[in-house]
């Protein structure tokens, strides 16, 4: 992670993590593309993010954002970034056309 983005998140009153971000490592660990050495939640707890859930509006607007981005869990994060009027952090540049504010890690 760039620096820039390591002391965005530092400076911030609270920083999250997306249950979708949650529900996409999980995915990951059970298909064994990903290992990690203990709970998601322990360390998102440990980092002192606090947890964005998933609710009803993000997924209604998830679902009619424009197809800029075929990946269901990140257009959820486009999502929850323009619900909840938040910065992605993020190495991926196909959140660029949805417009919503990013800091690229």
Known sequence: MRPGARKA?????????SAASAWEVAIKIALGKLRIPGPFATAVEASKFGELPITFR??????????????PFDRMLVAQAMSENLTLVTRDRAFSPYGVDVIWA
């Open 9 to 17: 998140i530092a400076d911030s009153d609270v920083a999250f993590v």
């Open 58 to 71: 993000h997924a209604a607007l998830a679902g009619a954002l424009p197809a800029h981005h075929s990946d």
